[in-house]
């Protein structure tokens, strides 16, 4: 008897906010991003498996190299 292959089945993905890693200047690999106010306050969506996320707005200051 073959066993049918499993189609690939698109399980939906899930999805949570976390805050950009930037909220936690002390653990941050890109603390030097952060608001010159201090830690970031942005929350991302992220697909489920993404433990860490720089937001938008620290991501675009590492990219200017301010
Ligand atoms: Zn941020």
Same mark, same amino acid.
């Given at each position: 008897?073959? !066993?049918? #292959?499993?189609? #690939? &089945?698109?399980?939906?993905?899930? @999805? *949570?906010? %976390? *805050?950009?890693?930037?909220?936690?200047?002390?653990?941050? !690999? @890109?603390? *030097? @991003?952060?608001? %010159?106010e201090?830690?970031?306050?942005?929350?991302?969506?992220?697909?489920?498996?993404?433990e &860490?996320?720089?937001?938008? &707005?620290?991501?675009? &200051?590492?990219?200017?190299? !301010?």
């Amino acid at each position: 008897m073959r !066993k049918s #292959k499993t189609t #690939k &089945r698109r399980t939906p993905a899930e @999805y *949570k906010n %976390i *805050k950009c890693q930037n909220s936690d200047l002390e653990t941050s !690999k @890109y603390a *030097k @991003y952060a608001p %010159i106010e201090g830690p970031c306050t942005e929350v991302v969506n992220v697909p489920d498996n993404v433990e &860490r996320v720089l937001c938008h &707005r620290c991501t675009s &200051r590492s990219a200017s190299g !301010k």
